[in-house]
């Protein structure tokens, strides 16, 4: 097949108002898949399919990092993509690439249990939010695949969470079909591993 000529890339468009102009906040623990999301992001509107992309130049707009384990070797390889800046911390291992970043809020399906970390990640989100902004709020649930796309054991802690939430400010977050989403960025992670020289196995 032929090689693609032409680099797909995402256009900025600047409106006349400012004021039309809509800001996406993402939260959530170290390690969800922030940064993850948002190079993955970018690759899906530029292109159709994987085989489009595959022939595209990958596209990222901020520093991300995953680790990668050799089926055949069982050896941890670091994929990082983008450029290191002052912000970034590639190489301790659980931190975040994007440690100083500023009503998305971004869940693993699988939490079995109510820890500590996990209360006091969604309590502080929930707590330095403006009442007006629960009616804003949505749920994204990484590395879905796992779980087959469901929100898994996660959402009947949140939904406890909530609860609590919900008794204590008397401000009311939903979490329904509506303003929940699943997603796996696999894809992403796939065209990062062959833009890095490892080809992986088809089956």
């Not at 006349?16 to 959530?28: A, F, H, K, R, V």
Request: hydrophobic share 35%; glycine share 4%.
């Amino acid at each position: 097949m032929a090689e693609r000529k032409e680099r797909h890339a995402i256009q900025t468009c600047r409106n006349n108002d400012p004021s039309t102009d809509i800001n996406i906040l993402l939260l959530g623990q170290t390690g969800v898949g922030k940064s993850t999301f948002i190079n993955g992001l970018v690759n899906y509107l530029c292109n159709d399919t994987v085989e489009d992309a595959i022939r595209d130049q990958m596209q990222f707009v901020i520093p991300s990092a995953f680790t990668y384990i050799d089926d055949d070797t069982f050896e941890e390889i670091t994929i990082r993509i983008g450029e290191r800046n002052e912000h970034e911390n590639f190489d301790e291992n659980g931190h975040s690439c994007t440690q100083q970043c500023r009503i998305c809020i971004l869940l693993k399906p699988n939490e079995e249990r109510l820890t500590i970390l996990f209360k006091f990640c969604v309590n502080e989100l929930l707590r330095h939010l403006h009442t007006s902004a629960s009616e804003n709020i949505i749920f994204v649930f990484t590395n879905s695949r796992s779980t087959f796309f469901k929100p898994g054991s996660t959402s009947k802690i949140l939904r406890a969470l909530l609860d609590e939430h919900k008794q204590e400010k008397k401000i009311e977050v939903l979490l329904s079909i509506n303003n929940t989403f699943l997603l796996d960025n696999e894809a992403f992670r796939y065209l990062a591993l062959r833009q890095h020289g490892i080809q992986l196995n088809q089956e």
